[in-house]
């Protein structure tokens, strides 16, 4: 029985051998599922790695998980919103220190944001995944892998990137699915790496960032002055010491000169305090 509320589509198993492919897992690599289903992604790796633990929200399809013959994996129930994901993985690691631990996942559709910055919250704070595979409606995979320039192009592209290599590896039609959802999918993988923004100013920059793409096609001088209306430090000496014209617009900026900007900020901030 499909349950609305918790978003199913299930993965046709015609399509499970090509985002096995694209997962690429290796025989000593142990994986966190967030979001089994049915268990046709679960059964598959497990075949083929050293251990899966699936988080599944819906108790009668872990019941059916924990059901299956020959089971080579372990489901536990819970909300992966609510889930502490470092001691997810620290759990799988006690058994396996030698392993790679890795997330992938069929994130339902209402909640993919919010999981995904889960997820990055959960890397800054221990690292405790190698990658992650996600699998997202394709607008948010565009949203995830845009370029500076590109319409798609905003915070979520710019805080993958600040700690991850992020690259779609598979878009998938609405048939790949039971029931056949309205819209394509995308297999987004990130690659983990250390955050390139200071963890002591990461959240200063995202609130930046967010910030000024609310006004993504105003001058930047004046996107700026809402984003740092609470602490009130001076505009135009921010954007000179960050080297950029405020007459440009915030989606125009890329990465490294959002960087210099949120340093900008955090400079003219700590001297307003003093």
């Not at 392993?99 to 069929?106: C, E, M, P, T, Y």
Request: glycine letters at 6%; a positive charge.
């Amino acid at each position: 029985m499909i349950r609305k509320r918790f978003g199913q589509h299930f993965l046709e198993p015609a399509w499970t051998t090509k985002v096995i492919s694209a997962i690429a897992p290796a025989a000593s690599d142990c994986f966190v599922e967030i979001g089994p289903g049915k268990g046709a992604l679960t059964c598959a790796l497990a075949a083929n790695v050293t251990d899966v633990l699936a988080i599944e929200i819906d108790r009668k399809l872990a019941a059916a998980l924990m059901k299956k013959e020959e089971r080579r994996f372990s489901v536990i129930v819970g909300n992966v919103l609510k889930a502490d994901l470092v001691q997810l993985a620290s759990k799988v690691r006690q058994h396996h220190p030698k392993s790679s631990v890795r997330l992938v996942g069929n994130l339902p559709y209402n909640i993919s944001s919010p999981v995904l910055f889960q997820i990055f919250r959960a890397h800054r704070a221990a690292a405790p995944f190698l990658d992650a595979t996600l699998m997202v409606q394709r607008e948010v995979g565009d949203r995830l892998v845009a370029q500076c320039g590109t319409r798609a192009y905003g915070p979520l592209a710019i805080l993958s990137a600040a700690q991850a290599e992020v690259r779609r590896l598979l878009v998938l039609p609405p048939g790949a699915f039971r029931p056949t959802p309205k819209v394509n999918s995308a297999l987004i993988n990130f690659k983990f790496r250390r955050p390139s923004i200071d963890l002591r100013h990461f959240d200063a920059f995202e609130k930046l960032v967010r910030g000024i793409f609310q006004h993504r096609r105003k001058m930047l001088r004046n996107a700026l002055r809402s984003v740092a209306a609470g602490s009130d430090p001076p505009v135009e000496p921010m954007l000179e010491a960050a080297g950029l014209d405020g007459r440009r617009r915030p989606e125009t900026l890329r990465f490294l000169e959002l960087t210099r900007l949120s340093a900008a900020l955090n400079a003219s901030s700590t001297r307003t305090v003093i």
